[in-house]
């Protein structure tokens, strides 16, 4: 039978719909018959029920609104200090709690600039031409004169081409990884580093992979598995940057970190390093430059270096310092920096005051390093207790040589030899952590901070009575 032209597309589609699979007519049909569903149903309107006042008021009286925070109990030990123990006039080697005068043992103010005249001099002066604070970020009318002044020094002190200030010591570093470190890059995180760290770590969404603390064995293993595993895939590894982060003195532990191996595998592996140096600025070194100084490593190795200025220049903030084209890259990059505001003008005069007493005074570092090995090895002579860190770190942690497998009894045992050398007129603190945040929790400890001004006569003080509230208390509780 002949077709005519006219009716071919209505032939192929009768050809087509006969040879189609049972299964594709099927699947059609639903899919008109959906199409056809929603064009003509209705649309979805919830029903709203409507409350009386009466309904409104019952169902307020009866709400009952979850906690902020988690309820703490009373006798949390850290609520017990704090109602017991109230310090009143200026903290200095000397510190006035509930009326007693104590030897402060607590304090992080390594060559006892706190109370030095010349650095108060230096910030009223400042005072009185600035005023209390900046009132704004570096980047919005915030920066100031002796910001810059103080970064221009720092920078000069550190032997670096540039230093960038923050307003607040913790968040230097926790701004300073995820500047640079972002999502899919790699760190090799020493797993003892300190909170701050952790936290930067964090806001990085970078891969973290942590190695045993102060093992560059363990170090350089992680670095093999990474290496072979940019073999499998190199597209992906040469955009991948990596680096090694870990602190020059351990907060947690006080040990120094084995830097001189650190940047053998950094050239070996490829990666770069950064070095939080909060307790070591100011404290090692025969000029108080750092962990560099210390083991005479050119300053140029390492990537970039972060400190506190909050410990042994006794002020508020924090710096980074290194090569101009990196520490640049913080000043449109670093969150602490472009969102918080400035350090107050006063306080960076005193830190620029404080930077210049260290400089000409390099004598400070030998008291301090001569004090630090005398408490050092004092304290290792306290029985059933053992010293945690360097002889020559001011910051040293006393544990328990056996402890127990309750770390709250462990806790009350060192607070009950803290608060009794406090009666004694010694003043000691516990080291404290966010117990559920921490990523490898320390064991409990009593942190004993060493300074320069501390003469011999007061360090054998403080051993006697230690060693008298330890003998007192774990008699008492054998």
């Known amino acids: 039978m002949a077709v005519l032209p006219a009716t071919w597309d209505m032939y192929d589609l009768i050809q087509g719909f006969i040879q189609a699979p049972a299964y594709h007519l099927v699947f059609e049909a639903l899919l008109i018959v959906w199409i056809f569903k929603l064009i003509f149903s209705k649309s979805y309107a919830p029903e709203r029920t409507v409350l009386t006042e009466k309904e409104k008021s019952d169902l307020i009286a009866d709400w009952q609104p979850e906690p902020l925070v988690p309820l703490v109990p009373d006798d949390h030990p850290v609520l017990q200090s704090m109602e017991h123990n109230m310090i009143s006039g200026r903290p200095d080697k000397y510190v006035n709690i509930n009326g007693n005068q104590c030897i402060n043992m607590a304090t992080l103010d390594f060559l006892g600039m706190i109370n030095d005249k010349g650095i108060e001099k230096e910030a009223i ?22 910001h810059l002044e103080l970064e221009d020094k720092l920078a000069k002190f550190m032997n670096c081409e540039e230093a960038i200030l923050y307003s607040y010591g913790f968040a230097t570093i926790a701004s300073a990884i995820p500047a640079y470190s972002k999502r899919g890059d790699i760190v090799f995180c020493d797993e003892g580093v300190c909170f701050s760290i952790q936290k930067g770590l964090v806001a990085s969404r970078s891969i973290i992979k942590f190695f045993k603390h102060s093992d560059t064995d363990d170090l350089e293993r992680l670095l093999i598995e990474q290496e072979k595993n940019d073999r499998k895939n190199p597209k992906k590894a040469k955009a991948t940057r990596r680096f090694i982060v870990t602190e020059g003195l351990s907060m947690n532990y006080g040990d120094i970190c084995p830097l001189p191996k650190l940047l053998e595998l950094k050239w070996k592996y490829k ?11 100011g404290v090692l070194g025969k000029t108080g430059r ?13 990537d970039l270096i972060a400190a506190s200025l909050e410990n042994s220049i006794a002020s508020i903030g924090g710096f980074c310092c290194g090569r101009k084209y990196v520490v640049d890259h913080q000043r449109l990059s670093g969150l602490g920096y472009c969102f918080s505001a400035s350090l107050p003008p006063m306080l960076a005069s005193a ?16 008291q301090l390093e001569e004090n630090s090995k005398l408490m050092h090895k004092g304290l290792s002579k306290l029985e059933g207790f053992c010293v945690v860190g360097d002889p020559i770190a001011p910051i040293k942690h006393v544990r328990l040589s056996e402890p127990s497998d309750d770390r709250d009894l462990d806790m009350k045992t060192l607070q009950m030899i803290v608060d009794h050398s406090m009666m004694q007129g010694v003043a000691l603190t516990l080291a404290r952590y966010l117990e559920k945040e921490e990523h490898i929790l320390p064991c409990p400890s009593i942190r ?9 006569t007061e360090i054998d003080r403080v051993l006697s009575v230690m060693t008298a509230s330890v003998n007192k208390v774990m008699s008492s509780s054998s």
Not at 135 to 146: N, S
Not at 448 to 456: A, G, T
């Open 125 to 146: 002066a400042a005072l009185k031409v600035y005023g209390v604070g900046s009132c704004g970020p570096r980047g919005f009318y915030g920066t100031m004169d002796v």
């Open 271 to 281: 990666v770069r390093i950064f070095l939080e140096e909060s307790l070591s600025f």
């Open 290 to 302: 750092g962990v560099t100084e210390y083991f005479g490593v050119n300053i140029d190795e390492i």
């Open 351 to 366: 830190a620029t005051q404080a930077l210049s007493i260290l400089d000409n005074n390099p004598g400070l570092l030998v």
């Open 448 to 456: 004993v901070s060493v300074n320069c001004r501390l003469d011999k």
